[in-house]
């Protein structure tokens, strides 16, 4: 069974640097062709892609946002963490982490909401 | 503005076929993933690749692609498939993941 979970601060304040960890189980990021990736969602609007790093390190940025975004993983712990600097109130939304196969989220976390304020 | 275009909302009487649109020039050369959320929920996968519907999923939900138009179908609407719908593909360089703008599914 495969399992994402994202943990992070529930509270941010504009300029701070907020980072992501996503833990997950049932998968490893070494197996070929895997990538974890995070998806975002302001409060009643759409799913927005931010980044995805696959199990060759390939990394994969959001090109209007790619100057505030870093994406890495353990390999060995089963995490990916995402950091994104000089947070902004348009910035608040739910957080999600996903196993990507290719382009698609096969399988999603449970989200984080991330108050900007 | 997204690459993937989709209509905001679409209704369906109960039990009837309804079909949820998604455009974009990207999907010329790939297909769509399909997703269904609903309220307070994290998003679920219901049709990848060339109309493929993970384990669990309803056979009642299918995929199809024609030109720059991809197609989520429903036959058969049921009360529970009332929910926002999202698109994804490639952008058109290919490169980056890209979501249409959902649709917001009403079963009447």
């Known amino acids: 069974q495969i399992t994402l979970k994202e943990s992070g601060p529930t509270l941010v304040k504009p300029t701070q640097t907020l980072t992501l960890t996503c833990s997950f189980s049932g998968f490893s990021l070494r197996t070929t062709g895997v990538g974890v990736g995070w998806i975002r969602q302001p409060p009643g609007k759409a799913l927005e892609w931010l980044a995805l790093?696959?199990?060759?390190?390939?990394?994969r940025y959001n090109p209007s946002l790619k100057s505030r975004l870093t994406i890495t993983k353990d390999t060995s712990r089963n995490q990916v963490v995402l950091r994104i600097t000089d947070m902004d109130p348009v910035d608040t939304a739910t957080y999600y982490c996903?196993?990507?196969?290719?382009?698609?989220?096969?399988?999603w976390g449970q989200g984080t909401p991330v108050p900007v304020s | 503005s997204s690459e993937l275009t989709q209509d905001p909302a679409v209704s369906v009487a109960l039990g009837q076929t309804v079909r949820i649109t998604c455009q974009g020039d990207?999907?010329?050369?790939?297909?769509p993933s399909w997703y269904q959320q609903k309220p307070g929920q994290a998003p679920v996968l219901v049709i990848y690749g060339r109309n493929i519907r993970p384990s669990g999923i309803p056979d009642r939900f299918s995929g199809s692609n024609s030109g720059n138009t991809g197609s989520l179908t429903i036959t058969g609407a049921q009360a529970d498939d009332e929910a926002d719908y999202y698109c994804?593909?490639?952008?058109?360089?290919?490169?980056?993941?890209?979501f249409g703008g959902g649709t917001k599914l009403t079963v009447l």
């Open positions: 994804n593909s490639r952008d058109i360089s290919g490169y980056h993941p890209v």
């Open positions: 790093i696959y199990w060759n390190e390939d990394k």
């Open positions: 990207s999907l010329r050369s790939y297909f």
């Open positions: 996903g196993q990507f196969n290719s382009m698609t989220a096969m399988h």
